[in-house]
């Protein structure tokens, strides 16, 4: 008669082995990101690398024009993080698609208007107008009393940087038309990050941002292509064109969309106060524009706002 073979109770467990240290590594950085200062993270590495690769982009201008850059920009994007993602197509509804859809049509805008902009004035000035986008909406959308004091603040922070300017950085002798593509393309901002908080919630992982960096994509071809031509086509500029897109659209719009999903729409909006200061740093070390003392106090108020608004997200 064969042994009995022993009961669940009685069978000796057997040992968990231990962790491996890149396991152990891999869990601290997902618990990190997972954190309350994760997406805060998320959003200040977004934003170093959008306003690097909009300085790059200024160089390659002369090369492909404004609306040339935007169109190798975001089809190159678009291109990556479709092959990426390989996103699915079927069982959204009609709202989804609208919402993925919006999201495009916002990031072209923004996209569009912002390089129209840095075309005729200094990157600081640009992004500091364009940063008024967000500043409203935060102010609009906010419940809470202290989100509007730090908002308050960051908008002093600009107001001084722009009544100011010294170093090639005021307001004074800006073109007008230029200093309009970057007041609306703040207001395309505020509409993308509505709408990026909404795909991100309606689609998984990066989809939804795949989906919607095609649609912008298609929107700016024929913009760029009547402008630039074959110039496109050009091997040195398909491959600058190809840094500017990841700099300035893969991997900001990524990390941009993992953030929403755990930060405030007003939190989020508040910490992109901090793109003018990212602007001026790229501005000096890549462009060789000029930062006065005056304008590194307005700066230092504006990411002083950015700080108080992580304190007040973290209540």
Known sequence: MPAASPSPATTPATPTPPARPAARATARLKGGLGGRFGPVALVIAAGISVQFGAALAVMIMP????????????????LV????CRPKVRGYTRSDWGTVVAFGVAMAGMNGLFYQSIDRIPL???????VLGPLALSVLVSRRLVNLLWAGLALAGVALLS??????????????????????????????IVFSARTGRRFPQADGLALAMAVAAVISLP???AQSGSALLAPTTLALGLGVAVLSSV??????????????????????????????????????????????????LVIAASMGAVRAQRA
């Not at 993080?81 to 990426?84: S, T």
């Not at 600081?124 to 364009?130: D, I, R, S």
């Open 81 to 84: 993080l479709l092959l990426i």
């Open 223 to 225: 913009l760029g292509v």
């Open 163 to 192: 009544a100011h300017g010294g170093g090639g950085l005021g307001f004074g002798s800006l073109d007008p038309l230029g200093a309009a593509f970057a007041v609306g393309a703040g207001a395309m901002w505020a509409a993308y």
């Open 124 to 130: 600081g000035p640009a992004v500091t107008l364009e």
């Open 63 to 78: 090369r492909a024009g404004a609306a040339g850059v935007v169109t190798l920009r975001l089809a190159a994007a678009a």
């Open 251 to 300: 991997l900001p719009y990524t990390l941009e969309l993992l953030a929403l999903r755990r930060l405030p729409a007003p939190t989020f909006a508040i910490l992109m106060s901090l793109e003018p200061a990212i602007a001026a740093t790229a501005g000096f070390l890549i462009l060789h524009q000029a930062l006065s003392p005056l304008d590194a106090l307005a700066i230092a």
